[in-house]
């Protein structure tokens, strides 16, 4: 059931991880996509990849939960990885006739998808552990200094965190109206690429107009609560800064360091066994 | 109770326009509202019971007339803005959009915040609010988990928190099952009694407003009655001229009593012969269905279900939410894939050829929950031939179809042309269920197609779903869980509860 989306929700607990400053985490997970993108070697995927594995565990995230919050770009990856198979020229690996299949094209594949699944991690390790209210503090926190420049920092970080929130929302809802649709005949597999791009307008047609009509009303229940962007809001349950998070934080440095450190002697020819 | 010398809230003259004066939401209205009781508001839709919510909670301001919060006149300049926002709370209708924290207690802190409490003042309130409504077990659940009825006891939580001598709740009972309705009921005749808070209650259900002291019947922006219940429920017939109705159990036996019938409670037809030698038009056969099948999440929604429906006849489908009724009207046109047993459509399986699928969908046609988020074209008429155009029919025959299904919904042909957005909810339903119509299924199978409707909308529905099913000499299925119309109209009621069917006579 779509219903069990778990991308962007998150997963009440009490582990070490879900204990972290939100502006930790925050701050962990940009630090994170850094040596994500600076990761060539396979010493330094397997850095990365550690690094998500140990987190998962720590939070308490189960295989389920992973696997069902990737199945949902399952397609996304396997085309990416499938580009890369049948477009890279090199070595080959199979022929059949103009055709054919290289080991940089399989390496590359594997590679982009490797990438791919470890972004989702990671970045969801966030939305996982962190609680809504949380996570508003937090973004407000980095987007504060940005005030000077005119940008409102309260009220973006509101926004983005409720637009988190609602994506599950949102896929739940595409659903029922692919559903609907679907009882009325339409058809989302057939034909070529422009019937089925056609075939996506009744999806995502009622899809926007709907999220509009929920903008106003959820604008009208703020405003109802008394929210105004100007206030003093109370800052709720909000972690202070404990050792936790400087360790967390140090680990995190450190991976970025190691990963940059390997891409470095990589650069620089120092021959070794995984880079 | 105290002795109040001025009303909450006074409404001289007021008027209302969304549209800088081209018509008027309220045009007119005179009323007071005393502190701590308990008001009813009804109306048809589109007559101004929401805009005059509005009023109450100073997310709207006069445009010309005057309305007085305790005395005070409320504009967009006064001060006490936030602070009459904070006295009043409102509740709409719509479960889904009111959270805006995805966590119980964080929604409920949301607020809170806003008025910038302390933090040990903020817990303890949300533990006593999450306890009036019954909630307390769920502080820590994710919104999205909740039924329609929990998130909507969380909603009126998240308002209690912030400690308001009054609420307002915007038809907040409409969508949700009768189970929930009455538990929030009682939170409020509760709160009222024992509090002295004073409850405004927008609502279509009839029997709902007769638990309130007051009832103020609006229509077309005024105010058309007011009264205790006793009283404005004797004028029966101007009720009805606005598209009301009066409490079920006089309605029921008014309806009765018109159509020659005597007053009597018993159940209607045991034994109808001709229900057992009608011929047979849609079958399931010990039908099982398990959501994530062998994941660890494996849950059975439906158990060994056998059902019959056969021409001419009208089968209502209740249970409580839960109980599998959702899943069950996917199965009827092929959306899910039963894990057990077979569906047999003209005795024939329909799940047997994969290509006969698209095939049982034009013959067994299902209008969701809320049909009308799901229109999408730019005119009436080409969203309705959506369903005729996918089966791949010639364009004359699209346009009698489309013809033919306005005329089923009492539509005028007119509106083909018009945009559905210009429409009013009711008109959008009715367009939406029109769509289905079109294809001229032979079974019509409806999730909770009334919804959310004020009564005469929903007697509209009623009489176009029964004008459909004896042209076509088809049937209907609805899936509910109000009896009250409902009884009125069905021959066969087949209850389900846990994923097996407990009655079916």
Redesign the interface.
Same mark, same amino acid.
């Given at each position: 059931?779509l219903?069990?989306i778990t991308i962007g !929700?998150? *997963?009440?607990g009490n582990t070490v991880i879900h204990r972290l400053d939100a502006r930790t985490k925050i701050l962990a997970v940009v630090l994170f996509l850094v040596a994500l993108l600076c990761t060539q070697s396979l010493a330094s995927y397997l850095a990365v990849g550690l690094w998500v594995l140990v987190s998962l565990v720590l939070a308490r995230i189960t295989p389920?939960l992973v696997w069902r919050g990737l199945s949902l770009l399952l397609g996304i990856i396997c085309m990416m990885a499938l580009f890369g198979v049948l477009l890279i020229p090199g070595t080959p690996w199979v022929q059949m006739g103009s055709f054919s299949i290289s080991y940089e094209g399989l390496a590359f594949g594997a590679v982009a998808a490797a990438r791919f699944i470890l972004l989702i991690l990671g970045s969801s390790l966030l939305t996982y552990t962190t609680?809504?209210?949380r996570l *508003?503090s937090g973004i407000a926190f980095f987007l504060r200094p940005f005030e000077r420049l005119g940008l409102p920092a309260n009220e973006l970080a509101l926004t983005m +965190? /409720?637009a988190i929130?609602f994506l599950?929302?949102m896929f739940e809802e595409a659903n029922? /109206?692919a559903?609907? !649709?679907?009882?009325?005949?339409?058809?989302f597999s057939r034909g070529g690429l422009i019937a089925r791009a056609r075939a996506l307008?009744?999806l995502f047609?009622?899809l926007v /107009?709907?999220a509009f009509n929920?903008a106003d %009303? *959820?604008s009208?229940?703020? %405003?109802?609560?008394?929210?105004?962007g100007t *206030? !003093?809001? +109370?800052?709720?349950?909000t972690p202070k800064m404990k050792p936790a998070d400087y360790i967390a934080l140090a680990l995190t440095l450190l991976l970025v360091f190691g990963v940059i450190a390997l891409r470095v002697l990589g650069a620089l020819g120092i021959p070794g066994m995984f880079w | 109770m105290q002795q109040p010398a001025i009303p909450l809230f006074e409404a001289c003259e007021l008027l209302f326009s969304y549209n800088r004066g081209q018509s008027l939401a309220l045009d007119g209205v005179n009323t007071r509202i005393e502190q701590g009781s308990f008001v009813a508001i009804i109306g048809p839709n589109a007559s101004g019971k929401s805009t005059f919510a509005c009023h109450c909670n100073a997310l709207l301001f006069p445009t010309g007339g005057a309305f007085y919060v305790l005395g005070q006149a409320s504009t967009a300049e006064s001060e006490n803005v936030l602070e009459t926002r904070q006295r009043v709370g409102l509740v709409f209708q719509n479960p889904d959009n009111q959270t805006l924290m995805g966590i119980v207690e964080e929604d409920l802190a949301f607020g809170l915040c806003n008025l910038g409490l302390p933090a040990s003042e903020i817990e303890q309130r949300i533990s006593e609010a999450l306890c009036i409504v019954g909630m307390e077990e769920f502080s820590t659940s994710s919104t999205q988990r909740l039924s329609a009825g929990q998130k909507q006891k969380v909603a009126l939580a998240a308002v209690l928190a912030m400690r308001p001598s009054c609420l307002v709740l915007d038809e907040a009972t409409a969508m949700i099952d009768p189970a929930s309705r009455r538990e929030i009921l009682d939170v409020l005749s509760c709160l009222c009694r024992e509090q002295g808070m004073t409850i405004i209650l927008i609502t279509h259900n009839m029997s709902e407003a007769q638990l309130a002291d007051h009832v103020l019947v609006l229509g077309q922006g005024r105010v058309v009655l007011e009264g205790s219940p006793a009283e404005v429920f004797s004028h029966a017939n101007l009720l009805l001229e606005l598209g009301l109705e009066l409490p079920t159990p006089d309605w029921l036996q008014h309806e009765l009593v018109q159509a020659g019938a005597p007053p009597v409670t018993d159940a209607p037809t045991h034994t109808d012969p001709s229900r057992t030698q009608a011929e047979s038009i849609l079958c399931l056969e010990d039908v099982s269905y398990v959501y994530d099948v062998g994941t660890p999440f494996a849950t059975e929604a439906l158990h060994k279900v056998t059902l019959n429906i056969r021409r001419g006849e009208t089968l209502v489908l209740m249970g409580k939410p839960g109980s599998g009724k959702s899943t069950l009207l996917q199965l009827l046109n092929g959306l899910l894939r039963p894990t057990q047993g077979r569906v047999l459509l003209h005795s024939q399986d329909i799940w047997q050829q994969r290509r006969l699928i698209l095939g049982v969908r034009n013959t067994v046609g299902l209008v969701f929950q809320y049909p009308e988020h799901q229109l999408f074209e730019a005119t009436v008429g080409s969203d309705i031939a959506f369903g005729p155009r996918m089966m791949g029919l010639e364009p004359d025959e699209i346009e009698e179809r489309v013809k033919r299904a306005l005329g089923f919904v009492g539509l005028s042909p007119d509106l083909a042309e018009r945009s559905p957005r210009s429409l009013s909810t009711g008109q959008k339903r009715l367009v939406a269920i029109a769509g289905v119509m079109a294809m001229e299924p032979e079974v019509l199978v409806l999730d909770e197609p009334t919804a959310g409707l004020d009564p005469r909308t929903r007697r509209e529905i009623l009489a176009s779903l029964q004008a459909y099913r004896q042209q076509l000499n088809g049937a209907l299925v609805i899936a509910t869980h109000t009896f009250e119309y409902v009884a009125a109209l069905a021959k066969r009621i087949v209850v389900l509860d846990a994923g097996s069917v407990v009655r079916d006579g």
């Open positions: 059931m219903k069990d !929700q998150y *997963l009440p389920s609680s809504p209210l *508003l +965190t /409720i929130g599950p929302v029922r /109206i559903k609907a !649709q679907a009882a009325r005949g339409a058809d307008v009744p047609a009622p /107009i709907n929920r %009303e *959820l009208v229940v703020m %405003e109802s609560r008394c929210y105004s *206030l !003093q809001r +109370t800052e709720w349950r | -």
